[in-house]
């Protein structure tokens, strides 16, 4: 299995900055040109929401704000003019092998 590394376990903000948080995949998630990797969110007592597929690819509807970049092992996603709304958990997850970790 393909293990997902985060850091950091936890981070805070204030409104209007910008945060970054990484994760590091244990072998390649690249297959060509396509990274494996997604970003979800979390928020409490909520199911979780795709914001971002093939490590940069952001999903309809998901504020431009955040964007993912990265390829091979690492990648980083990044919250720009972090909102009071962005409070929540984020985790990656790979796509690229069954089983899907994250």
């Known amino acids: 299995d393909i293990i997902m590394t985060q850091s950091p376990s936890s981070l805070s903000a204030q409104p209007g900055e910008t945060v970054s948080m990484n994760c590091k995949a244990s072998s390649s998630i690249t297959s060509g040109s396509t990274n494996y990797l997604a970003w979800y969110q979390q928020r409490a007592g909520e199911t979780p929401k ?37 409070a929540g958990q984020y985790y990656c997850q790979q796509h690229y092998s069954y089983p899907l970790t994250q």
């Open 50 to 86: 795709l914001l971002i597929y093939y490590a940069s690819t952001l999903q309809s509807g998901i504020s431009s704000r955040f964007s993912g970049s990265g390829s091979g092992l690492d990648y980083t996603l990044t919250i720009s003019n972090v909102q009071s709304e962005d």
